[in-house]
């Protein structure tokens, strides 16, 4: 299965949260850092706040680490599907 979210963070603590959620899981994504090229097969970012000004993709979620990390992971979801259904 392709990846189509990319956690885009040099925070430990959002990344040890996000990863650990989507690994639980079992949702393929890519690491990446801030200012890095996002290759056009994903379709959603997860990144923190202070980060996203670095990241060039037109949809970008914003995740801080005070927060439960299933919310955002499963907003991240329904936007993927909803790119599935409008793709048909």
Known sequence: MRSRIAVVTVSGKAYYWLVNELNRRRIP?????PGEIIP?????????????RLVNHPSVLIYSPDEEPSAIIDEAIRIIKNKKLTKS
Do not use: A, G, Q, R
């Open 40 to 52: 056009p097969s994903i379709t959603v970012v997860i990144t923190t706040k202070d980060e996203s």
């Open 29 to 33: 994504f890519l690491s990446l850092i």
